[in-house]
């Protein structure tokens, strides 16, 4: 029985003959090519041209409004501008060489380092670029949480003026928002799930290189917000603040749109790759836990993300075209903003919660040599919590004057929604159970998400508890809510993917040590920067205050001298990573934790390619704690045993069919 | 960790069936003892010690069901928590790899026990349903629990005696109208004891959120929008309102405080306003539940929204301010 070991379609293959003939385009000199630089000489030059065109189609009447500002100006100044780093960057080349019938260069593998500020089709160089992105927006918005709780130090007193703090308030939320409705799919979904499921490729190379290209022009587009004066709305942007606001609220629009086109664009490419370039015998029962959690996510992403987009689009016409979408007075109505944008915010919550499901479920098997518990229930789980996400929306406007008979309703979806929920946990002491538990970097921050996310999903119950809503809602104790379920959840859990899979991804060990210190330091202070503050919400402070009551004082101090050890804690990361991975690099092995899953079989470095040849996955990545497992995949060359060390070498170079073909689904890779 | 546990932990190792089904129940049994007698002890301490001091404390119908209503939710969260620490603390201390345990076994039962996870989604499920129902009652029964119902409440007080009293947000403070005297305007919000009383809370520029904390009182302030709450106050005494939407860069500082004072005193204290703000009144727009800027002025003047359904025609049509009756300035 042959194999066919191909993928069609797609990159063209150096040592291939061109199938067409078709003239290449000419292959300039390095710095000519399209790459960082270039993009941000597009960006600058699209946001000039953009300014000069908004002031010559609006300046009039802007003046007569004498508000000093042009919004026309800043969004076409900020849309074009995002086209021109686009430009630079090269994300236009390939449809416009394809537009005027000529054939754009093949993807060539780079080895220097430049291929990092290219647009590429590697997913592996795709998933550091969105690594180093996603940590940058992360410590941007952890620098602005450092501020916002210096101005909290003292309930009357001040450090900022109220509206720098405002503008710090909203720039730090939305930020954190857009990092970590990434944060995990972004880096570690890319890197993985190609190899993964044991393809070659993303089934669209360049709509991922654009996500994130997109992804980074959403950050310099965000940060703009600062020079225009912030916006006064907070990440959620309610109108009519919306529309009252300065400048900054152009950014905070065109930012969140541009985004949210990335976010499409991302989850449309995972969600054809997992689906079409699974490897013959990766049957829907062996796909990794990390990647039906992907999976889940890119539903939400794909379905929930446009509106935003649109949206972003009424408040910026509000804004610039004098619509009334979201002005009462005029027909339209501030609700409309509360519930597109909820029915937006609400599934991107669990955007931002599933792939840590995933990533803790996934690197526990290892470290307690077990089987996953519950594999069916932990992917049912998490499709459940995709499709009920998109029935709770409500839930954020419970006291907003909305119908209350839509009340129950979504009190009791809301509350159902913590039974998939609740699966993670299932799954997770299940896994625990009589386990063989190995307290390795990874492990600990697992234990740790755990913890958090705990005591931010119960408090989520409470939330969803209307009477007890009424209280709560508007208050710090929804703001400790949600920093445990995003931060201790998603945020744990991403450390904890970067702690596993850093040996993989970039070859080097990074110093256990450092990496324990980092750990302790962080769910330490990360606890008692966070609790705290649901005392003072059940207090009577609501979010977004720069004034306080007095008695509150130590427990914000509590909070406040926390956050900056906390801050600090990331410098054992950074520390850590510069230091293992430049100054006094380790070599790492290829299967450092003894994983059984079938990215660790590869060599490390990884290969271009990936695999040598498309493996045939024979079993699913969780035969611990069995010693005649079947191995798990068939490479082509070695066979690997349960323990993942190569057992024995079957075949020379090329695939060999597995002689008995018990455990092998004869399934043709699905195209 | 006493050598008698350790000793059955690796009891586990021995080939036999018996000794280690055995050393299964006594995990299971020992997880159990724990989380009960923790649980048994955790709950009462919270309930009768902390309870009674959880916010917003009993002002007002709505305050003492909220509080209630957390007591009832924190009591049920605890045994939850407890569960799954002690499990979690118990697989360390117990399952750790230096501790040279068995190795961990593989196969189908390590992958899945359909008798734990249906009674774990069950239990949830139960639980969920329970938290769900009671919710429900705890929010139909106290007239909606104190949150803003919108401009048509459908759990309505049956007291025939409702004092309305509204609410304006503006950027940035809170301003109270009493349409039963007269519809005075004034930046104190006094309110009779035992008494029901609808909040009628709107905004005249952006969203507001009207907070009454020791009322468990909360309702979002919409422009041209009327959201109604109702609560009864139980208690006298003096309260803090707080703005809990974010409404622009002084929202940290929008607040002031109430008093809830006996029904005699708030009628005297009413009449004697009404009669000390009468010239006010009669610049101010006529009462109503909502009221639109001023399209036309500049002078930040509003109009109530009286036309249903609105026509700008119509409003913007209405005399100017100082031309007469029924406009000015509704600051």
Known sequence: ?????????????????????????????????????????????????????????????????????????????????????????????????????????????????????????????????????????????????????????????????????????????????????????????????????????????????????????????????????????????????????????????????????????????????????????????RVPIFVWAVLATTALLTLATPTLVVAGLFGVLDRTAETAFFVNEHGGSNFLWENLFWFFGHPEVYIMALPGFGIVMEIMPVFTRKPLFAYKVAAAGMLGVALLSFFVWQHHIFQSGINPDMRPLFMLTTELISIPTGFLFLVALGTLWKAKIRFDTPMLFCLGMLFNFLIGGVTGVFLSDVPVNVTVHGSFFVMAHFHYTIMGGLIFALFAGLYFWIPKMTGKTMNKRLSKWHFWTFFTFFNLTFFPLFLVGILGQPRRVFEYAANLQTLNDISTISAYCLGASFFFFIINFIWSIYLIPHDAPDNPWDSRGLEWQTPTPVPWFNFEHIPVVLSDPYHYGEPDAPPVADLGRVLVSAGGAPAEAVGHGDVSPPGDGGDLDPRPPIL | ????????????????????????????????????????????????????????????????????????????????????????????????????????????????????????????????????????????????????????????????????????????????????????????????????????????????????????????????????????????????????????????????????????????????????????????????????????????????????PYSPVETYGAPQPGQGKGSGSGK
């Open chain 1, 1 to 285: 029985m042959a194999i066919e070991t191909t993928q069609p379609g797609g990159i063209e293959y150096p040592g291939e003959e061109a199938p067409t003939p078709l003239q290449p385009v000419s292959r300039r000199s390095e710095w000519l090519r399209p790459h960082a630089g270039w993009a941000i000489v597009g960006g600058v030059v699209g946001y000039l041209i953009g300014h000069w065109l908004g002031n010559v189609i609006a300046s009039g009447y802007i003046n007569v409004q004498g508000s000093g500002q042009n919004d026309v100006a800043t969004v076409l100044g900020l849309s074009l501008g995002v086209a021109g780093f686009l430009t630079g960057i090269g994300a236009l080349n390939y449809p416009l060489a394809k537009m005027i019938g000529r054939e754009p260069p093949p993807a060539v593998p780079e080895h220097n380092w430049v291929r990092y500020f290219r647009m590429t089709e590697d997913h592996k160089v795709v998933g550091l670029q969105y690594t180093v992105g996603v940590l940058l927006f992360l410590f941007t918005g952890g620098l602005l949480a450092m501020a916002i709780r210096t101005e909290l130090l003292s309930p009357s007193s001040h450090v900022f003026g109220p509206g720098i703090y405002i503008a710090l308030v909203g720039e730090h939320g939305t930020i954190m928002m857009m990092m970590a409705s990434s944060a995990v799919v972004g880096p570690l979904g890319n890197w993985l799930v190609p190899l993964m499921i044991g393809t070659r490729r993303m089934a669209y190379p360049r709509v991922e290189a654009f996500s994130f290209w997109i992804f980074l022009a959403g950050y310099g587009v965000i940060l703009t917000a600062l020079f225009f004066g912030g916006f006064p709305t907070g990440w959620t942007g309610y109108a009519p603040l919306q529309t009252q606001a300065s400048g900054g609220m152009d950014s905070y629009l065109v930012g969140f749109a541009v985004i949210g086109i990335g976010m499409i664009c991302a989850g449309f490419n995972l969600a054809a790759t997992i689906i079409n370039y699974r490897a013959p015998g990766m049957t829907w029962s």
């Open chain 2, 1 to 308: 960790m006493s050598e008698t546990d350790a000793g059955s932990t690796a009891s586990v190792s021995d080939p036999p069936a018996t000794s280690q089904s055995q050393a299964e129940t006594h995990h299971w049994w020992r997880l159990i003892a724990i989380w009960v007698v923790l649980s048994a002890i955790l709950d009462p301490l919270f309930y009768f010690l902390a309870g009674p001091h959880i916010p917003p404390g009993k002002m007002t119908t709505t305050a003492g069901g909220a509080q209630f209503d957390f007591n009832v939710l924190l009591v049920i969260a605890l045994p939850v928590l407890l569960a799954i620490w002690i499990f979690m603390i118990y697989a360390i201390v117990m399952w750790r790899a230096s501790r040279g345990g068995p190795e961990p076994e593989g196969g189908e039962t390590a992958r899945g026990n359909t008798s734990v996870q249906l009674g774990w989604i069950l239990t949830t499920t139960v639980i969920v349903l329970f938290l769900a129902g009671f919710g429900t009652y705890a929010l139909v029964q106290p007239n909606g629990a104190g949150g803003g119902q919108g401009s048509s409440p459908i759990w309505t007080p049956t007291s025939k005696t409702v004092l309305p009293v509204q609410v304006i947000g503006q950027q940035w403070k809170f301003t109270y109208r009493y349409p039963t005297f007269g519809g005075f305007e004034t930046t104190e919000l006094v309110i009779p004891d035992n008494t029901t009383i609808a909040f009628h809370v709107t905004s005249l520029d952006v969203i507001h959120s009207f907070w009454a904390y020791q009322l468990g009182v909360k309702a979002d302030a919409n422009p041209a929008y009327d959201n109604v709450a109702f609560t009864t106050t139980s208690q006298m005494g003096t309260f803090i309102v707080r703005c809990s939407e974010l409404c622009g860069i002084w929202h940290g500082a929008m607040y002031n405080s109430g008093v809830v004072v006996t029904p005699t005193q708030f009628e005297s204290w009413a009449t004697a306003t009404e009669k000390r703000l009468a010239t006010n009144t009669k610049l101010l727009p006529p009462f109503a539940y909502t009221y639109v800027p001023d399209a036309n002025g500049a002078d930040g003047g509003y109009y109530p929204d009286n036309i249903d």
